[in-house]
C-alpha cells in the first residue's frame, strides 16, 4: 500500500510499504477519509514520545473507513462494515481503569498509521472503540470523532451551564469546537484568537457571541471582563493554546468563584505562576482534561449524526495522500484548520 511514514522530526515520506499481517481480534479498515490534527503537526515538528515508539512509524490518527479484512476471531463488526475508529482503547484493568478513569489508562493502545490506504486496527480497539456507520453520515464528517471527543470530554468536565459566560482563548479546531459546545450547552460565548480564518470561523461555526481579534486587543482579560456582566469576569476561561504564557493570562479573566480550564497542553517541562491570593480568597476552579473515553467517543459521533455540530465547515480543502508533508508546513504557516486527506 501507498502510506506516509514518519522517520523523525520534518521527515516523513510517502511511500509503499506492506501490510502488516492480521493477528487474533484485528481487521484491516480502508481509509475513505483522514484528517489533519494539531498532535500531528506538532509530532512532524518535534516528534513525540507517547505516540512514536519507533521508527519508521505510521502517522496520522483520525479517519473513517470500511472494513476490508478481518481476523476469525472478530464478531462486532464484518467485511463491507463502515466504521470509525479510534485512535486509542483503554485497558479496563489498570488503578485508574477501576476508577472509571479510562482517559488516564496505564496501558492505553495508541494509533497510529490513518495517512495511509489501509489501516490495521488492534483487537482492543476494534473491541472497544469501533463504530458502524450510519448509512447517511460521510466518512470525512465522521472521521472529526476523535478530536469532537476530546472536546465533549472536557465540556462534560467544565459543567457548564445555561447562562454562563464562557471565554475561549485559542481558536484553532479544538477551541472552535469547544466554542461551538458551550453555546450548545446554552453558554454565552466569547471567542478570541488572531488567525483571520479563524475568527471568521468562530462566527460560522462555533457561532459565537463576541469575537475578539487579540492582535487588535492585545489584553484579553481587559476584553473579556468588558463582555461580562458588571465586569466581574468569565464565568468559565478555558485555554486552547496551550502555552504558559497564556494559561497564566487566562487566570486573570476568570470571576471570583469561576472555572479555569486548561485544555491545551503545554510543552513537556513548562511551570507557570499563580496568584495564590486570588486562586484561594477568589475561590477559583483549576482543572484540565486529557484526551477521552470510549463513552465521549460515542456521544461525539451522535452530535455529528444529528448535524448539531457542523464539522466539515472545519475542513480547509481536501488533498491527495501525497501532499501530506505540504499540508503539515501549512499548519505551521497559520493556512489551515484541517485538511482532508484521501487516500
Known amino acids: 500500500m501507498k502510506a506516509v511514514l514518519f522517520y523523525g522530526p520534518q521527515n516523513i515520506k510517502y511511500e509503499e510499504t506492506m501490510i502488516k499481517p492480521l493477528e487474533k481480534g484485528e481487521i484491516l479498515v480502508k481509509v475513505g477519509a483522514a484528517l489533519t490534527c494539531g498532535t500531528d503537526v506538532k509530532t512532524y515538528r518535534r516528534g513525540h514520545p507517547v505516540l512514536i515508539k519507533q521508527v519508521p512509524s505510521g502517522f496520522g490518527h483520525e479517519f473513517a473507513g470500511t472494513v476490508e479484512k478481518v481476523s476469525a476471531e472478530v464478531k462486532n463488526v464484518k467485511v463491507g462494515d463502515r466504521v470509525v475508529c479510534a485512535n486509542s482503547a483503554p485497558c479496563g484493568e489498570c488503578f485508574y481503569c477501576r476508577r472509571g478513569e479510562y482517559n488516564l489508562c496505564e496501558n492505553l493502545d495508541l494509533l497510529n498509521g490513518a495517512y495511509a490506504e489501509y489501516i490495521v486496527i488492534p483487537e482492543r480497539i476494534v473491541q472497544k472503540n469501533t463504530i458502524i456507520l450510519p448509512d447517511s453520515l460521510s466518512f470525512e464528517k465522521a472521521a472529526f470523532a476523535e478530536p469532537l471527543a476530546n472536546v465533549v470530554h472536557g465540556v462534560e468536565r467544565t459543567e457548564i451551564k445555561p447562562g454562563d459566560t464562557v471565554g475561549v482563548i485559542g ?160 499548519h505551521i504557516k497559520g493556512n489551515a484548520i484541517k485538511f482532508l486527506i484521501r487516500p
Open 171 to 330: 481558536i484553532g479546531p479544538i477551541g472552535l469546537m469547544f466554542a461551538r459546545l458551550a453555546k450548545l450547552k446554552g453558554a454565552r460565548v466569547i471567542a478570541a484568537g488572531r488567525n483571520p480564518v479563524k475568527l471568521k470561523l468562530a462566527e460560522e461555526f462555533s457561532h459565537a457571541d463576541e469575537i475578539v481579534d487579540l492582535k487588535k486587543y492585545p489584553n484579553p482579560e481587559k476584553i473579556f471582563k468588558a463582555f461580562t456582566e458588571e465586569s466581574k469576569g468569565l464565568d468559565i476561561a478555558v485555554e486552547c493554546v496551550g502555552l504558559p504564557e497564556m494559561w497564566e493570562r487566562v487566570f486573570s479573566c476568570v470571576r471570583p468563584g469561576g472555572t479555569v480550564h486548561f485544555f491545551g497542553g503545554c510543552k513537556s517541562g513548562s511551570t507557570v505562576t499563580f496568584d495564590t491570593t486570588k486562586m484561594h480568597y477568589g475561590d477559583i476552579k483549576l482543572m484540565s482534561v486529557f484526551h477521552h473515553t470510549p463513552k465521549y467517543f460515542r456521544m461525539a459521533l451522535d452530535l455529528i449524526a444529528s448535524g448539531d455540530v457542523e464539522v466539515e465547515k472545519l475542513i480547509t480543502a481536501e488533498i491527495p495522500l501525497e501532499k501530506t508533508e505540504w499540508a503539515m508546513e501549512e
